[in-house]
């Protein structure tokens, strides 16, 4: 991952809305939420839900799929692996410390 993608990436999660946003995402897994869904949990209201998700989307930490009528947001897993990955690469100088986290999820698998 390069300096740029990450930060990126941090800088949409360093607002308070969004990162509520993205931790009940992680929480719903692979299935995802509805956006009303999402709304209701987070209580944020609708009309700046929509901004806080194109946000998330832009810094490729979230996506979005139509079933039916509703849009249902999933957390891109792979994304939030890499940048754990990236904020960790160089834990302890490389040297032999047990890692951080075990890989999370993968892109298109079920939690581990």
């Known amino acids: 991952m390069e300096n740029k993608t990450a930060v990126i990436?941090?800088?949409?999660?360093a607002q308070e809305s969004r990162l509520a946003i993205y931790r009940a995402l992680v929480q719903a897994g692979p299935e995802g939420l509805a956006a009303g869904k999402i709304s209701e949990t987070t209580g944020i209201a609708p009309s700046?839900?929509?901004?806080?998700?194109?946000?998330?989307?832009?810094?490729?930490?979230?996506s979005s799929r139509n079933e039916s009528r509703f849009v249902i947001y999933t957390v891109n897993f792979s994304a939030?692996?890499?940048?754990?990955?990236?904020?960790?690469?160089?834990?302890?100088?490389?040297?032999?410390?047990?890692?951080?986290?075990k890989p999370i999820c993968a892109s298109d698998e079920e939690p581990l």
Not at 48 to 62: D, P, R, T, V
Not at 80 to 100: K, Q, Y
């Open 9 to 13: 990436a941090l800088a949409a999660l």
């Open 48 to 62: 700046s839900l929509s901004f806080h998700l194109k946000e998330l989307a832009h810094a490729n930490l979230i």
């Open 80 to 101: 939030m692996n890499d940048l754990l990955g990236f904020l960790t690469e160089n834990c302890c100088g490389g040297n032999a410390c047990l890692p951080v986290l």
